[in-house]
């Protein structure tokens, strides 16, 4: 059913006068359900102008206001859409080519001056089948998607210009019998994002068997652009320079959100001293600057063992120049990458151990964000074979628990970082010889504040402060003359070589000072990280 009436009629004659297809005179008619955008362009057309079918004197008189004469015969002159060539100028149409812009298969074509082609060839079922072929040959994995647009910032000074138009030569006209005016504010036009979605959105599910969700982590997004018009929001910024200010990731100042609070800023006169209203039809549609398919970033936990004691946690690398050739992030993200067929990849943990520090016990918790994955649906089996394929690979590491988290599960691991606690293993040297009965006294002490100035050896990457943490307990175990274990549980934190040792009092009191001796640490293991995440899978 053809949406408009005859209240309709003198907006739509106005419109269709100036070069405005029928699905942007649909927009500024009100048009808010979507059946009626869903048929083709060349279906609207003959729809468009059996509704305004009449005598052309006829035709001049339906209009209350009719345009400035100046505005009509400036129209005519240009041959491209005065009102007596509609008929003949409305059966071009515009169909996709090989390199995914569009071309008009008609040379009396007339491009919307308002959307500038995006309602007419761009939402046909020739340019999503174009766009689908896209996203089936980018080799993601998805089961829907979301589909974004990215439109010229000038179809929004078009589209004011259309509104300031319509509201001028309408605004004070009434029909007989009536006595409200044909009066249109801008939140009554349909949105041109939001028309765009109510037809494209059904015609890619039909292609792609999917549905299309707003939530999906699947994005296809096609950006437009319009070489022919980008000079349309140049005069904007001489009349509101406070809206056009260079950003560091925008290539340009005119942005869609920077011309649309220009817009909201600039009173009506001073715009339409500036800009045509109408504004003229272009000679070329948008060209579409690209198809791009990206997937949101997926996240793998588990927690790792390291029982190298030649190993960092990360790539180890001063001055550009690599210490050792691997760390615990690559020995598991590279195969992660492969895996899931990613981009990059950004890793976490819950805290960090020395390169000479291995980590025992259940483990450390650790979090991988997998950028851009193509592949992303596993059966816990085949993660169980992958973290398998990660242990047999090295003997430096072992994985556990490996899973498929959500972003917001990874913030049980971060809490952990300062509120859990840790238990060390330390075999320590001292300068005197010691009996058994010389350490004993470290078990009877608990909960030992100890403050600890940020150590030397990590000055150079975190701040100098003084930081206040807690030995929980310890326990010895004697090992001759001039050794013994000690055994610490800590708050999560804690410098353990710096309270043995005392970093040249730095940390206070340490080992040394509690034992009256010199101290020193020459191996250290983690034994347990007590964070209760990510959850224990059955081996």
Known sequence: MFPLTAENKPVAQLLYSTGTCPRCIFRFCGVDFHAPYKLSHKELLNELQKFLETEKNELNLDVPNPPPKKMRLQELEDGTKGIDNLSQNGEGRISPVEDGSFASQNSNLNVCNVCLGVLQGFCEKEFIQQ?????????????????????????????YAVWLLVKQEMG?????????????????????KEAYKWITHPLFSEELGIPIDGKSLFEVSVVFAHPETVEDCYFLRALCPDCFKPAKNKQSVFTRMAVMKALN????????KQFPCPPSS???????????????????????????????????????????ESSVEELISDHLLTVFKAESFNFSSSGREDVDVRTLGNGRPFAIELMNPHRVHFTSQEI???????????????????????????????????????????????????????IEFLNEIKDLKI???????????RPLAVRVRVIHSMETHYVDEHHF???????????????????????????????????????????????????????
């Open 131 to 159: 766009v689908c072929q896209k996203v089936e040959a980018s080799g993601f994995e998805f089961t829907n998607l979301v589909f974004s647009v990215s439109f010229p910032p000038q179809l929004s000074v078009r589209e």
């Open 172 to 192: 004070c006209a009434t029909e007989p019998g009536r006595k409200q005016s044909l009066s249109l504010g801008r939140n009554d036009i349909v949105q041109l």
């Open 265 to 272: 800023k600039i009173k009506e006169e001073d715009f339409l």
């Open 282 to 324: 272009p000679k070329a549609v948008c060209s579409v600057l690209g198809i791009e398919c990206a997937h949101g970033a997926v996240f793998v936990a588990g927690r790792y063992n390291k029982y190298s004691r030649n190993l960092p946690q990360t790539p180890w690398i001063i001055d550009g120049e690599r210490k050792l």
């Open 384 to 438: 169980k074979e992958l973290q398998q394929k990660i242990n047999s690979s090295s003997n430096k590491i072992q994985v556990r628990d490996l899973q498929l988290v959500t972003r917001e599960a990874i913030g049980h691991m971060k809490e952990g970082e300062e509120e859990k606690t840790k238990t060390y293993s330390a075999l320590i040297w001292t300068n005197k010889v010691i009996q058994k009965n010389d």
């Open 451 to 461: 403050d600890q100035k940020t150590p030397l050896r990590v000055l150079h990457r």
């Open 485 to 539: 274990r000690l055994y610490l549980k800590t708050q999560a934190g804690t410098y353990i070589k710096e309270f043995v040792h005392g970093d040249f009092g730095r940390t206070k009191p340490n080992i040394g000072s509690l034992m009256k001796v010199t101290a020193d640490i020459l191996e250290l293991d983690v034994e347990s990280v007590d964070v209760d995440w990510p959850p224990a899978l059955d081996d």
